[in-house]
C-alpha cells in the first residue's frame, strides 16, 4: 500500500493525536500511556532513528537473547525423550479403529498400520532423575538445567506448515518468525551485528527463509543468513577497487537521499533500507572476526566437537547431512554462543534432516551423535561464563512421530520408521528464566495423545515471550486494518515453565 493512502485512512486516534492542539495531544497520550497503548517514549512520526536500537520491555524480563535449535524433520519423541515401555509390550499390534477413524496421516495406510515400540533405553540423568534416550547422554549430563515438555501439540501434519507454526505462530506464509518479533519489540543491544541471526547446516528446512521472515514487520528484523565458513555474509565485502573510504562515502550519500525521501513521504521501510546499508558497513569489520574461531581455545573447540571425526559414520548418514554435517553444526553451537556475547537478540540453528519415515535406528543414532555434544556444550560453556542466566535455549522440531510404525505403500520394508504426528510431541527449553530439572505434561501409555498439561504452539510462544518481559497480547503490530500478534488470538503463559 503507499505510504500516502496509509496515512488518510489512518483510524481515529491516530487522527486525534496528530491533528488535537498541544495541550489535547498531551491530555490524549497520558490516557494511553495509562491504559498501556502507548510506549514510554513516544518518537516524532517522521524523526530518523534506528530501527534495532533497544527498547525496554513491558515487565522486567528473566531472558535477554535467544538460541533456537530447531531440529526440521521431527525428531521421533518417543525414541529420544518420552518413554513408552506399553508401547514396546504392544510393538506390532494394531490400533482400535476408534483412535485411528478421523485422524490424517502423511503416509500411514490405516487398514495395515502397526504399533511400534521403541528399545532405546531411557536411563535417569541429574539430580532430578530426568528419563532421556541413551542417544543423548551428553544432553542427559545437563538435565538438571532442562525443562522437558512433553505436551506440545500443533494442528500442522506437514513439515512446511508444521515449521511455520512454530517460527511464527500460524501455518501460513507472511507472518513474522519469532526473532523477528523479538527484535521488534526489544531491540538488539549488538551496534555491530543483526538483531537476528540464522545458521544452517545438512540438508535444508521444508520451510527455507520463510522460516525466519519478518513477514509484514519491516524488513530490519528478519533473520540475517550466516555461513560458518568462508564469506560470513554472501556479498557483503567490497568489491574489487572498493576501499572503505569510498564505501563510507556511498553510504552516507545514500542516507542523505534515503533521509529526504523519508521526510516526503514517512514509509518506515526506508529507515529499515537506511539500517540495513549501515549495519552491513559495520559488519564488514565485525562479521570475519565473529566467525575466525582461531582466538577460541582448543579445549572450548574440542568441548564442541568442531574438529570431531566421522569416520565409521558413512553407511548411517542419510538425511543426517552427510560427511561434514558433525563439524558444521558444532562450529553453529559455538558461534552461536559468540553471537550472543555480541548482544545478538536471536539466534536460529536449523539442522536437517530428522525426517525418519524409514531406517530410524541407524539414521537417528548418527543424528544424536551429531547433536548430542555440541549442544550439551553450549549449555555447559553458557553457564561457566555466566551467560545461561539470561539465555534461553529451546531445542525443538515442527511435530513429533507415531507411534504406529509407517507403512506407506510401495516401502519394501515396513514399519522401520514414523509418520508425522502433531497430537503430542517433546520440546525443551533451559536458561534464560527458565526452571530447570522438571518435566512438564504427560502423554497416554504409547505416546498417542496428551492426558495432562497440554500445552499449544500459541501457549509455548506466549511463556518465551513472557521470559523476555513481553506480553503476548500487547506485543501488536497493525497490518491491513488490525493488530496482529505472534500468538495469533490465542495463547497462555505457562506459569509452571518460569523458575
Not at 47 to 54: G, I, R
Request: hydrophobic fraction near 35%.
Amino acid at each position: 500500500m503507499d505510504p500516502r493512502l496509509e496515512w488518510i485512512l489512518r483510524n481515529r486516534r491516530d487522527f486525534l493525536a496528530t491533528t488535537a492542539n498541544g495541550l489535547g495531544a498531551i491530555a490524549l497520550a497520558s490516557l494511553l500511556r495509562d491504559e498501556g497503548l502507548l510506549a514510554e517514549a513516544a518518537e516524532t512520526p517522521n524523526e530518523f532513528h534506528n530501527p534495532l536500537a533497544p527498547k525496554p520491555p513491558h515487565f522486567a524480563p528473566r531472558a535477554k537473547n535467544c538460541i533456537f535449535i530447531f531440529m526440521a524433520g521431527a525428531p521421533s519423541q518417543i525414541d529420544l525423550y518420552d518413554p513408552k515401555p506399553k508401547l514396546l509390550d504392544l510393538d506390532g499390534q494394531p490400533l482400535p479403529e476408534s483412535m485411528t477413524k478421523n485422524v490424517r496421516f502423511a503416509f500411514i495406510q490405516k487398514d495395515s498400520a502397526v504399533l511400534k515400540g521403541s528399545h532405546r533405553r531411557f536411563p535417569r540423568y541429574g539430580e532430578c532423575g530426568m528419563e532421556l534416550s541413551e542417544l543423548l547422554p551428553e544432553i542427559g549430563s545437563c538435565a538438571d538445567d532442562i525443562c522437558l515438555l512433553r505436551s506440545l501439540h500443533t494442528e500442522a501434519f506437514n513439515h512446511h506448515p508444521g515449521q511455520l507454526m512454530m517460527n511464527t505462530g500460524v501455518m501460513t506464509f507472511g507472518r513474522p518468525s519469532i526473532g523477528s518479533w523479538l527484535n521488534y519489540g526489544l531491540g538488539s543491544e549488538s551496534t555491530n551485528l543483526p538483531g537476528y541471526v540464522v545458521l544452517t547446516s545438512g540438508r535444508g528446512t521444508s520451510g527455507g527463509a520463510s522460516n525466519w521472515s519478518s513477514g509484514f514487520l519491516p524488513s530490519t528484523y528478519q533473520g540475517v543468513l550466516f555461513r560458518n565458513k568462508g564469506e560470513a555474509v554472501l556479498d557483503l565485502n567490497n568489491p574489487a577497487g572498493v576501499n572503505n573510504k569510498l564505501q563510507h562515502s556511498t553510504i552516507a550519500a545514500l542516507r542523505d537521499l534515503n533521509d529526504e525521501r523519508f521526510e516526503r513521504i514517512g514509509d518506515e521501510e526506508i529507515q529499515s533500507r537506511v539500517a540495513s546499508y549501515e549495519l552491513a558497513f559495520r559488519m564488514q569489520a565485525a562479521a570475519p572476526e565473529l566467525i575466525d574461531l582461531k582466538s577460541e581455545p582448543e579445549a572450548i573447540r574440542s568441548m564442541y566437537g568442531v574438529d570431531r571425526s566421522e569416520d565409521g559414520w558413512e553407511d548411517k548418514f542419510g538425511r543426517g547431512g552427510g560427511r561434514g554435517a558433525f563439524s558444521a553444526f558444532a562450529t553453529n553451537c559455538l558461534l552461536a554462543r559468540r553471537l550472543v556475547e555480541r548482544g545478538v537478540r536471536y539466534v536460529n540453528l536449523y539442522h536437517a534432516s530428522w525426517d525418519h519415515h524409514d531406517n530410524i535406528d541407524s539414521e537417528l543414532d548418527f543424528c544424536c551423535k551429531m547433536a548430542d555434544q555440541p549442544i550439551a556444550a553450549l549449555l555447559k560453556d553458557l553457564k561457566q561464563r555466566g551467560l545461561l542466566d539470561e539465555t534461553l535455549v529451546v531445542w525443538g522440531a515442527e511435530f513429533g512421530r507415531t507411534p504406529l510404525g509407517e507403512n506407506r505403500a510401495g516401502q519394501r520394508q515396513p514399519n522401520t520408521g514414523r509418520d508425522h504426528h502433531p497430537f503430542a510431541y517433546s520440546v525443551w527449553m533451559a536458561g534464560g528464566g527458565v526452571k530447570g530439572g522438571q518435566v512438564i505434561g504427560e502423554t497416554d501409555e504409547i505416546g498417542w495423545n496428551i492426558v495432562k498439561d497440554p500445552i499449544h504452539i500459541n501457549d509455548f510462544h506466549a511463556t518465551l515471550l513472557h521470559l523476555f518481559g513481553l506480553n503476548h497480547e500487547r506485543l501488536t503490530y497493525r497490518y491491513q486494518g488490525r493488530d496482529f500478534r505472534l500468538t495469533d488470538v490465542a495463547g497462555k503463559v505457562v506459569d509452571s515453565i518460569v523458575a
